[in-house]
């Protein structure tokens, strides 16, 4: 028992004389370092703070503003990090390959997340649309809800909310029609019709309903000349949000102006010819 509480002792006696050999030998460094931390992590609270207001000012984009004030903030505790260890003589080069060695392995496993994260501050900075925009990519078209890093958010009029990866936005064909989206249809009516009846026909029976916009104006004109009628074509851009069911009321309203107008929409003709042979 004696022998087991003298070598506890002497344990205590070697760890003791080794920390007051460290704090005799690096007290002021360890005090200088934790300084030199504290004030780091200060200073760099305080330079990101003045980044992001002046970013504010500027109108830049929140995410954008936000990511550049954190980037800025770790740099600046980063470097202050590296002056801390300095004062006890510790070589930072090591650090730096493996922080480079992780960094090349986080990328490769996280290549398309990291991809997400490049497109997605092109965005930001390039600003092809904005949020309230009506995109339409890779099939996909809805009003902007929220652009972030890794996706765009867009919500469409069914109510549903779609996420698309950054990077299946840059590089592709991108459609913004801000806050509107064009309605394309058409009518035939007979070739004993006059076209330019029915034309201002259409266009007075569309130019008052609420949710047609006035620029651009609606177009309205002879698409072209079927086998049997003249197919009249009507554009209109209307909001976003009710697209379909401003869809169904221009139809319905096109249809009520050509009977109004004492117009025939005639039916699909074939003519079958006979040949008798003797």
Known sequence: MEDEIQREFSR?????????????????????????????????KKVAAIVLKQLEKRNFDITLRTYISHT????????????????????????VAALGALALGVGLALQGLVSNYGAGLSIIITRPFKVGD???VNNVSGVVKEIKLAATIVNTEDQEEIMIPNKHIIGEVLLNTFEYKLVETSVRIS????????????????????????????????????????????????????????????????????????????????????????
């Open 191 to 278: 070739y004993r019709d006059n076209p330019e009846t029915a034309m201002a026909a259409i266009m007075s029976a569309i130019k008052p309903l609420d949710f047609v916009t006035d620029q651009p104006d609606p177009q309205i004109g002879i698409e072209c000349f079927a086998d049997s009628a003249i197919v009249i074509g009507v554009r209109v851009w209307v909001p976003t949000q009710s697209y379909t069911d401003c869809r169904y009321r221009i139809n319905l309203t096109v249809f009520r102006a050509v009977e109004k107008a004492g117009l025939h929409i005639p039916y699909p003709q074939l003519d079958v010819h006979t040949a008798s042979t003797t």
């Open 134 to 136: 009506t995109i339409t």
């Open 12 to 44: 205590f006696q070697q760890f003791y004389e080794i920390a007051a050999e460290f704090l005799v030998k690096y007290s002021f460094q360890l005090v200088g370092a934790i300084i030199i931390l504290i004030l780091g992590i200060y200073i760099s």
């Open 72 to 95: 800025v903030r770790l740099l600046i505790l980063f470097c202050f990090v590296v002056i801390s260890l300095g004062k006890f003589g510790i070589s930072i080069a090591p650090f």
